[in-house]
């Protein structure tokens, strides 16, 4: 009865209840397209730098990543990488072993980062094979891919050979003759003048160990949460491990991400202060016109909570009504433009596309279609709803059924 | 049995009170048909009130069937309302947005009847106040004299002990006073429902079997037919 009593007052007055619901619509609509496309331009850069090098969530042996030593490795068996796979959210997993060298041709020198690597696997972590300047991301053993920066330092390229030189596993000399397979542009002038890659097994020879790793690189399924998966990794791994997401390992994206986000959560808190406004003009109304009417239900016998009950119910059904309407239209819209995404150019001009593309980003930002975007700001929209409705609340416990009758 | 005692009404306590009921102290028997009179002003409606557990007196007594109404809470005092008194009201008061089966069936509905036992119960009012063929049209689509009569059933839906009526003739024709003051009648008479309506009007006064007359808030004259 309540809920019929509520929806056939909403329905009374057609044009307010009409106009309260396209505020909330109009207001959610824009909120949500915006975090769309922001949260889409956030998933794509992390996608470009965490998938360009890091991983969403890295595996390392405890201490390892405040001391980035051989000593600090690990050694994986199948059964370690059996047991992360089957963690929810995980898609793939690489292992990799990276340690520090000298890099040495002709009369220069200068110090890299040589990453061990398997290539077959990699591929489905990184992009790295396509990010080819010359020859191929086809290694073979004692083959080496040089990052486009070294090759400018040392003015070498594919076919040439450079010497690596630097400390092995526990204490051995590490050092060797490479020639070099190819050219990569990583897109990051950081890891260009560092980035050296070689199969798994070349690297392990350089170092003299067979079985060591330094990282366990996690790929994880699209907008699963990998705090989630850090904590489910947490289970089943022993204290003998450090998990770490790219937030940790690369808490400068993050910072920037949460300053560019902050932008948008103003934008929708002022969208949020026009609804609630337009939401409790139309409770107050609501109230007043009907203080009669709430004094012949208490008259006859209709509990306080009851009709706070009913009020509660109009005042979430025309709120959800305009969420819901909101969701159905942008939806579809945040789908389109996640398979067709904007192009940078419309929006920031062209020299945003050549620096984007320059630095490595797609000059593309395809809309989130992530549930968590209108989910929550429905759940915002949904609590200011029972805020809205303290002010009934507050009138109906303090009305007197024959004075409210006098009206 | 309704009883009051020494019951007073006071409103704007302080510099401009009005003392709207005047130490009133009366009894009600069950299965009376009683019309509360006098001029306007004379305290009929607040009597009526307070009697009712709608407006709480300033002091004195409201004892229903033993039970000291006065000393109920808030919530106690619209629970009891729900289960023993029933209203009509001048203005009808019937809610706008249910049909007349629907504003019967609600006070059933507050009391947690069951829903055969409600439509089993609604059918029957209905089919008492003449209205069943009308029973799916809301307030606006019946006329005022219809529109009292689905507030009588309303009334009766609780089964309640008495029936407080506030000037329920006031807005009516001829014809539908004297439908609706048959209606009591016999409820008054068939199923001991007793009646104390406040009125102005002769042919309510006519029908009542007492009449207690109000001048400035206290009784000025009790009349048994």
């Known amino acids: ?407 | 049995m309704i009883e009051t005692k020494k019951l007073i009404k006071i409103y704007n306590p302080g510099k401009f009170e009005v003392k709207a009921v005047n130490d009133v102290s009366t009894v009600f028997a069950e299965g009376e048909f009683t019309a509360v009179v006098g001029p306007s002003g004379s305290g009929k409606t607040t009597f009526l009130n307070c009697v009712g557990g709608l407006d709480t007196p300033s002091s004195g007594d409201v004892i229903i069937s033993d039970e000291k109404i006065t000393k109920f809470s808030g919530a106690e005092i619209i629970k009891y309302r729900l289960n023993n008194i029933g209203f009509v009201f001048q203005a009808y008061n019937l809610i706008p947005v249910l049909s007349a089966k629907e504003n019967i069936e609600m006070i059933m509905l507050l009391q947690g009847a069951n829903e055969k036992s409600r439509k089993t119960r609604t059918d029957e009012l209905l089919n008492q106040v003449g209205l069943y063929e009308m029973r799916n049209r809301r307030p606006s689509q019946l006329s005022g004299g219809q529109q009292q009569r689905v507030a009588v059933a309303r009334a009766l839906a609780s089964k309640p002990k008495f029936i407080l009526a506030d000037e329920p003739t006031a807005n009516l024709d001829t014809s539908s006073t004297s439908n609706l003051l048959n209606i009591m009648n016999k409820l008054n008479e068939n199923e001991k429902i007793t009646f104390i309506f406040s009125t102005h009007d002769q042919r309510v006064i006519d029908r009542a079997r007492r009449v207690v007359t109000l001048e400035d808030g206290k009784i000025v004259n009790d009349i048994k037919k």
């Not at chain 1, 942008?330 to 389109?336: A, E, F, K, L, R």
């Not at chain 1, 209108?374 to 009305?399: D, Q, T």
Request: proline share 2%; net charge negative.
């Open chain 1, 1 to 407: 009865m309540i809920f019929k009593i509520a929806w056939r007052n909403i329905y009374r007055n057609k044009k307010r209840s009409l106009i309260t619901i396209t505020s909330v619509f109009a207001a959610l609509f824009l909120i949500i397209l915006m975090r769309a496309l922001q949260f889409g331009f956030y998933d794509k850069l992390i996608e470009t730098v965490v998938e360009s090098y890091a991983g969403y969530v890295e595996i390392h042996a405890d201490g390892f990543w405040d001391n980035q030593s051989l000593d600090n490795s690990m050694q994986v068996d199948q059964q370690l990488l059996d047991d992360i796979q089957s963690v929810e959210g995980v898609e793939n997993i690489v292992q990799r072993l990276q340690t520090f060298s000298l890099i040495s041709v002709g009369e220069k020198t200068k110090g890299g980062v040589i990453n061990g690597i398997n290539l077959s696997e990699e591929q489905k972590i990184t992009d790295w094979n396509k990010k080819m300047v010359s020859g191929s991301f086809d290694l073979s053993d004692n083959e080496i891919i040089i990052a486009k920066g070294i090759a400018e330092f040392f003015g070498i390229s594919e076919n040439d050979t450079l010497i690596l030189y630097g400390q092995g596993y526990r204490g051995m000399m590490a050092a060797g003759k490479y020639p070099i397979k190819g050219v990569i542009d990583l897109k990051n002038p950081d890891l260009n003048k560092i980035g050296l890659f070689m199969t798994m097994e070349s690297v392990r020879n350089y170092v003299s160990s067979d079985e060591i790793s330094t990282h366990i690189i996690i790929g994880k399924e699209k907008y699963y949460d990998e705090d989630k998966i850090v904590e489910n990794l947490g289970l089943i791994l022993s204290d003998d491990y450090e998990v770490m997401t790219w937030k940790e390992t690369l808490p400068e994206i993050e910072q920037t991400i949460t300053a560019d986000s902050a932008g948008g959560l103003i934008m929708a808190f002022i969208l949020y202060v026009i609804v609630v406004f337009g939401m409790f003009g139309t409770v107050l109304m609501m109230t007043e016109e009907r203080k009669y009417e709430f004094g012949v239900l208490i008259s006859i016998g209709m509990s306080r909570i009851r009709l706070f009950g009913i009020i509660l119910v109009e005042t979430i059904i025309l709120s959800m009504a305009g969420v819901l309407l909101a969701i159905i239209v942008t939806y579809p819209i945040c789908i389109y433009y996640n398979i067709n995404p904007i192009d940078m150019a419309i929006l920031m001009g062209d020299g945003a596309e050549q620096m984007m593309e320059e630095m490595g980003f797609s000059p593309v930002a395809p809309m989130s279609t992530s549930w968590d975007i209108p989910l929550s700001h429905s759940l915002v929209i949904f609590i200011f709803s029972l805020l809205i409705s303290i002010y009934p609340a507050i009138k109906i416990s303090k009305l007197n059924p024959v004075k409210s009758m006098k009206v």
